[in-house]
């Protein structure tokens, strides 16, 4: 069963409607997580690394994941897994 966060916003909305804001992270798995109606980038990764998506279901937004902050490395998804699908 996927697990489904709902932003409540779109494109018409003022405010940013992050889903996920992961900060000063290290060594996480983000997996089999739906999110909808997120804007403008429902997941947001800063200074955090060894971070990994998979599985997961994201619609709407402008950007699926943005990783910023000099100490944003190691973001990916793991490979041969169907991963973030923008519907």
Do not use: F, M
């Amino acid at each position: 069963t996927l697990i489904v966060l709902d932003g409540g916003g779109g494109p018409e909305s003022l405010a940013s409607r992050t889903a996920i804001h992961i900060q000063d992270a290290a060594w996480l798995a983000i997996e089999d997580l739906g999110i909808r109606n997120s804007w403008r980038d429902p997941i947001v990764i800063e200074n955090s690394s060894y971070v990994s998506i998979s599985r997961c279901v994201i619609r709407g937004g402008q950007t699926a994941v943005l990783a910023k902050g000099d100490g944003a490395h190691h973001v990916a998804r793991r490979p041969g897994e169907k991963n973030v699908e923008i519907g």
